[in-house]
């Protein structure tokens, strides 16, 4: 997974330039993950999270950027960031605070440093009492009376990584789910050619590890320490005996689990690249599910297209018409690919026909929500454009290998 740096800071210092401030987004939290310490690429993150109009998350992350300067000892530079998180959301109290300190000259050391100070080896009821506390900070939990919150301090762990420390590894198996105590994760997962595709950033009060918790394989994606970071662990006996208990921890983290699911298929195709976390869960909320049963027509040849679909599981096979009325197969599409755009995007009746291969599961885009997604984002009719004449430059390949190949069983 590795991810060169310089080559990413480039890449989003042009993309910058032309105001594609999305796909700056997409580089700056590659560069995230690898500098996570360094204060000035908070500061360019909250620039670019400015553009997009995002302001509380500016906010957020010129809070970070000052609280690294303030770590650094450079205390000119914390009070301008955090000032310039105060501009886009005053009502910050401990942001307050935090200048007030600096402005006085009456703090010695990072706030940061205090913190760290009461970090140690404690033991017994006192680590219990820590574990207590920062459960408290997981929203999930939040809502628990006292006999289900002791049931649950019981069984937890608490792990601690380092900046750029692997927690979990795609690939590995996954037995538990992790709550973010304090600290940021990167999470990433291998595109179609091996390469580190971005999902998201998780902090404090955040979980992960569900989707192979609960689907029983192996994990999806890897999560990666961007900070110094504090996590809770939760094994599956442990986490069952809680939630045969709890059922309503239950249910939300089933929830949770949906949303994933979707968040990573979307994440992974091509045309959707782009997107930002929260842009994809926006998208993701207007799809609906269709199981469609092995055999059965998505799509007919020379008929308007109506939707959009996302394969979430299962086979189909994309199929034309030769001259003679016999069937050629172009591709065979699988989990994470997707079809329909073509009559979507171009207003055509449908260059071929998609048949479900075996019983397949899709997610289903409408065409009035597939016109709401080009007028929302519309850097993504570009995108659409450039796949769609990729596939029909590759149909066309299939097509004439169908025909050299009848040619040359005439000769025969």
Known sequence: MALDKEKIREDAQLFIKESQWDKALVEYQKLKVLEAGLPDVHADIA????NLNETDKAAQEFARAGRLF????DKE???RMYENALQLKSDQKDI???ISILRESRIKAPLIKTAETKKGNIEGETAKKDTGRSLLSIPLFSDLDESEFNELIRVSKKRSFVKNEVIVEEGSPGDSIFFIVSGEVGIFKKGYRGEPLWLNTLSDGDFFGELAYFSKTVRQA?????????IIEMGRSELESVCELFPKITESLIEFYKMRVLDTIVAIVPIFKSLQPQQRRKLISRFELNVIPAGNIIIEEKKQGGAL??????TVNVITKAYDG???LLSQLKEGDFFGEVSLF???PATASVVAENDVRLMKLSQENFKWMLDEYPFLRRTLKDHIEKRAESAIGSIMLFYEHENDTVKI
């Open 309 to 314: 679909y996302l394969i979430k599981d299962g």
């Open 96 to 98: 307050l605070k935090a």
């Open 70 to 73: 303030e770590k650094a000892n």
């Open 222 to 230: 890897s999560v990666i320490a961007t900070v110094e970071t504090e």
């Open 77 to 79: 530079q914390a009070i």
């Open 47 to 50: 620039i670019v999270y400015q």
């Open 326 to 328: 016999r069937d050629v």
């Open 346 to 348: 171009m207003m055509v």
